[in-house]
């Protein structure tokens, strides 16, 4: 599944848009402030029903109107499947798909998948544990409708689970109300860490391999780093180096009972928190760069190398399938030099459809189907 059309009306800078895509590269390069960005921004709308740059409906709307749309095909061989979301200021959103209006924002999920990056992604790899949660479950979500459900289940008893904790007291009803959320949580947590777990071996050598593309010399793994990992000495995990890493199986009956005994293990300070402290909302993925903690040691160019690695992972993850992926980059060249930006656009060739920003035209590289496009003050042309 690719994008073939992309259709705005009063979206960010745009009053209409009407974009012809191709299933190989479309590159957009433009002064800043022109609207490329806002046209990646627009396909992640389709994908996931919001704006993978954190923007709320209200700031997309085009200045001095009051609902924005989004529409687009897709094109899986011979197949069609047409997209649209408006939203009208005051909070009402619709969403169809081939016409039918989905009853839930999740169902879109899935549907045309995407792989976004831009500037603000080094964070990734910068940042604190929930942005590297948050690049593992984006890609499972969209690529695995059970996990997206779990998660989801998982979040509502981490929530009710709290509110238990907090209003507990030393009374048999107060301890029955927070194992009942304690069940629930393991059930869907266990499944949540164990597919987290099932996913790491693959896409830790698929980012590898994208990282060797753009930045040969170095070695980057990453491993899974849990809340619920057994203490240092217990057989039924493999800590790695003290650091809790865990190199266990996606065995998702292991994982409910390992996260059953972490929650044994903090009962009495939960209590006193009135919080949960241990689970899937806890855990971490560990990025290293030559044996050494990537967070701790990096480079903003390293930082920079390896988080765009990880979301290129993320992408070969979700086409390995077959069903395809969109591949978003915003200005991800801009401080790669020539050759490293003609190793990334290679690689990228070869993992789906992708839709590129850049202030510079892009750098050639051979062999690579290309749409350059010039985009200025809000107009879109084929250069």
């Known amino acids: 599944m690719w994008l073939k059309a992309l259709r705005l009306e009063d979206f960010r800078v745009f009053a209409r848009l009407e974009l012809e895509l191709v299933p190989g590269l479309n590159f957009f390069y433009g002064p800043n402030g022109s609207g490329k960005t806002s046209i990646l921004e627009a396909v992640s709308w389709l994908a996931v029903s919001r704006s993978l740059r954190g923007a709320s409906e209200s700031e997309v709307v085009r200045w001095g109107t009051r609902r924005f749309g989004v529409g687009g095909e897709c094109a899986d061989g011979e197949r069609r499947t047409t997209i649209v979301l408006r939203y009208e200021r005051g909070g009402t959103r619709e969403v169809t798909v081939d016409g039918a209006p989905l009853a839930k924002l999740s169902e879109l999920v899935g549907v045309l998948r995407v792989s976004w990056f831009g500037p603000e992604d080094t964070a990734i790899t910068k940042g604190g544990p929930a942005e590297r949660r948050r690049l593992l479950d984006l890609a499972l979500c969209q690529a695995d409708h059970v996990y997206l459900a779990a998660l989801a289940d998982y979040r509502r008893a981490l929530r009710q689970r709290n509110e238990a904790l907090l209003a507990w007291g030393s009374d048999d009803d107060a301890d029955a109300l927070v194992d009942v959320w304690t069940e629930q949580l ?17 896409f830790g050598e698929r980012v590898s391999a994208a990282h060797a593309a753009i930045a040969p010399g170095d ?16 057989a039924s995990g493999t800590p790695d180096e003290g650091r809790g890493a865990v190199e266990w199986s996606a ?30 909302h806890r855990d971490d993925l560990d990025v290293r760069l030559n044996e050494r903690s990537l967070r701790s040691f990096g480079s903003q160019g390293q930082h920079r190398t390896a988080a765009i690695a990880l979301k290129l992972g993320e992408a070969a993850m979700l086409a390995q399938d077959g069903r395809g992926v969109t591949v978003l980059l915003d200005d991800v060249a801009s ?25 510079r035209p892009l750098p050639g590289t051979p062999g690579v189907a290309c749409a350059a496009l010039r985009v200025e003050r809000g107009e879109v042309a084929r250069a």
């Open 219 to 234: 070695s980057i793994t990453l491993s899974y780093r849990s809340s619920i990992a057994p203490p240092a000495g217990d």
């Open 335 to 359: 401080e790669l030099d020539d050759r490293r930006s003609s190793a990334l656009v290679e690689f990228v060739g070869g993992v789906g459809q992708a839709l590129m920003t850049s202030t």
């Open 186 to 202: 393991v059930r869907s947590g266990s499944r949540v860490v164990a597919t987290r777990l099932g996913f790491l071996p693959a």
């Open 251 to 280: 065995d998702e009956a292991r994982t409910a009972q390992a996260f059953r005994d972490a929650l044994r293990r903090v009962a009495d300070e939960e209590r006193r928190r009135g919080l949960t402290l241990v689970g899937p």
